[in-house]
């Protein structure tokens, strides 16, 4: 689930894609009716694969903020975010009747980006998020890094100028204040008016708008910048590029790329920059939600439990059967 959409995948334990189904949420829909646009778009789903939630594993489920999986109580980096100080783990387990397993979205498109994407053959890996806010996923030898309390990768609210303008988190000159989707649409409102959006943005970049080019341009180069701050502290192999920002493409990824080698220690220090790969939008989380199960299932005894209890159902059936 992002701030704007939620989208659900049926697959099956080997990963295989069954079904789909996405749901548009409004910026004004609270966190009980964005769970109940999560369960419906499921359950949507569920149906089209020709299942029900009995027929279910476990469900990954993906939200912003600061997320501790172990109490699944969600922190925003702003106070009115939806989910903020909800226990979302106990919500969506109750409401759905299935193991959940939560997580960051972001750290989730990371874990489907190193089972299915760019991110497949390495070890050591940033992938960067740039939409609506900015936020990194981490893998540090093969292992996604979440921080003390799920706090990992809150890349936007670094801040790159300390007297630069006040950011809703508290911080100044906070990263999101100049490469964030609302700061945009602010710069470009007289390119794509003012109710424009950033699907507007990246549609106006593709048909070569310059404007909008070098606006992008200027986003690629501090971002790129900031970025390689990090690299000089992790030492990535790969840096993978996503969100609906990037999706914009080369007007982005090449001067991020360029201002990023630029700024990391030479010789050896800077890692290949990629495009991602996964699908647009609220898909990409939803894929690293199955990610999330497919790796969770030995390690949550909920799922395990869940699978043992399947397994036994089936047995059931086909001793019926026969």
């Not at 010789?267 to 290949?272: D, I, N, S, T, V």
């Amino acid at each position: 689930m992002t701030l704007d959409g939620v989208a659900a995948r049926v697959h099956d334990l080997a990963g295989a894609e069954l079904s789909t189904a996405q749901r548009l949420l409004a910026p004004g829909d609270d966190w009980r009716r964005r769970a109940e646009l999560a369960a419906s778009a499921l359950d949507e789903a569920l149906t089209t694969a020709g299942g029900d939630r009995g027929r279910l594993l476990a469900v990954g489920f993906g939200l912003p903020g600061q997320i501790d999986p172990s109490d699944g109580v969600v922190f925003g980096a702003l106070a009115d975010q939806p989910w903020h100080g909800v226990n979302a783990l106990e919500e969506m387990s109750a409401r759905l009747g299935v193991p959940v397993l939560l997580e960051n979205n972001v750290r989730l498109e990371t874990l489907a980006e190193r089972r299915w994407g760019a991110a497949r053959d390495a070890a050591n890996v940033l992938y960067v998020n740039i939409s609506s806010g900015l936020a990194v996923g981490i893998v540090v030898e093969g292992m996604l890094y979440r921080g003390a309390v799920g706090g990992a990768g809150e890349f936007g609210h670094v801040s790159i100028d300390i007297n630069g303008p006040a950011c809703r988190c508290g911080n100044r000159g906070c990263l999101v204040l100049y490469a964030g989707g609302p700061a945009l649409r602010h710069r470009l409102r007289d390119v794509i008016g003012e109710g424009g959006r950033l699907a507007d943005i990246v549609s106006a970049a593709r048909s070569g708008n310059r404007a909008v080019g070098n606006v992008l341009a200027d986003v690629g180069v501090v971002v790129g910048r900031e970025l390689a701050s990090v690299c000089n502290l992790l030492n990535p192999e790969l840096v993978v590029v996503g969100g609906e920002t990037a999706s914009s493409g080369n007007v982005l990824l090449e001067p991020l790329r360029e201002s990023l080698v630029r700024h990391t220690l030479a010789p050896r220090g800077a890692p290949q920059v990629v495009a991602s790969q996964l699908p647009d939008g609220a898909n990409a989380g939803a894929l690293g939600g199955i990610a999330l199960v497919l790796e969770g299932v030995s390690s949550s005894p909920a799922a395990l439990e869940r699978l043992l209890d399947l397994g036994a159902e089936s047995m059931a059936r086909d001793t019926a059967g026969a």
